[in-house]
């Protein structure tokens, strides 16, 4: 019924001119025009667009989410790009890699820490606080073990070398090479360590040391023992 009326309203309304209708909306009042003559779906758009003086924006419910914009073109803002972590260790972008690269790259590091280590010793000869002293002991422990780290790592690959280039030698010559076992070479190893700290007047702080470490790892598989 209220369809058939609406239709029945357009007819008449359809014969009026622009200023009738103008004049029948101020009457009435836009609200029931636009119900009348469009339906119920305008007059909800017609609310959500209403705004206090055409010169101001529109004002955007908070509860609407704004798109993403994706274009990126000059007079469009671009979206922000999401961030995600990158460990170059993992990273097939940052290249594979090569310990003697990497060496050769980094190999200023160690004159740094040779430099440090003359600061350190003529800071601490200079020092008389207790606290800073403690402080510069402490880095000259850790700059030493690291120097020595390297030391032994850099006799560890000069050793491997010579025993490739005799291998090759030998192969060169038609002669069979004797490879040692692992075991062979951690004797060794081991001995050629003991020899260096017997010259340097270490080697019973050394000994001290192992024994010290040995008892504690006896006394903590005993523990384990009693508790089983």
Do not use: W
């Not at 890699?97 to 060496?103: L, R, S």
């Not at 600061?119 to 510069?136: A, G």
């Not at 025993?163 to 030698?169: A, N």
Request: with cysteine; net charge positive.
């Amino acid at each position: 019924m209220e369809d058939e009326e609406r239709i029945k309203i357009r007819e008449k309304i359809a014969n009026l001119s622009f200023e009738e209708l103008l004049k029948l909306k101020e009457q009435v009042g836009s609200k029931t025009y636009n119900k009348t003559i469009y339906g119920s779906s305008v007059t909800k758009k017609s609310k959500a667009l209403k705004r206090a003086n055409k010169n101001r924006p529109r004002e955007v419910s908070s509860k609407i989410r704004p798109q993403n914009l994706r274009l990126e073109t000059d007079n469009v803002v671009k979206a922000p790009k999401k961030h995600i972590p990158r460990d170059p260790r993992f990273d097939p972008l940052c290249g594979q890699y090569e310990e003697k690269i990497f060496k050769a790259n980094y190999d200023f590091v160690n004159d740094i820490r040779a430099k440090e280590k003359e600061q350190l010793e003529e800071e601490l000869k200079s020092c008389t606080d207790v606290n800073r002293k403690k402080i510069i002991k402490n880095l000259l422990q850790r700059t030493n073990n690291q120097l020595r780290e390297q030391n032994r790592k850099e006799k560890e690959e000069l050793k491997k070398l010579q025993r490739s280039s005799e291998i090759k030698e030998k192969y060169k010559r038609g002669e069979k090479p004797q490879f040692k076992k692992k075991s062979v070479e951690k004797l060794e190893n081991l001995i050629e360590k003991y020899e260096e700290l017997k010259k340097s007047n270490k080697l019973q702080k050394h000994i001290e040391k192992r024994s010290k470490k040995l008892s504690k790892k006896e006394k903590r598989n005993m523990g384990k023992a009693e508790i089983q």
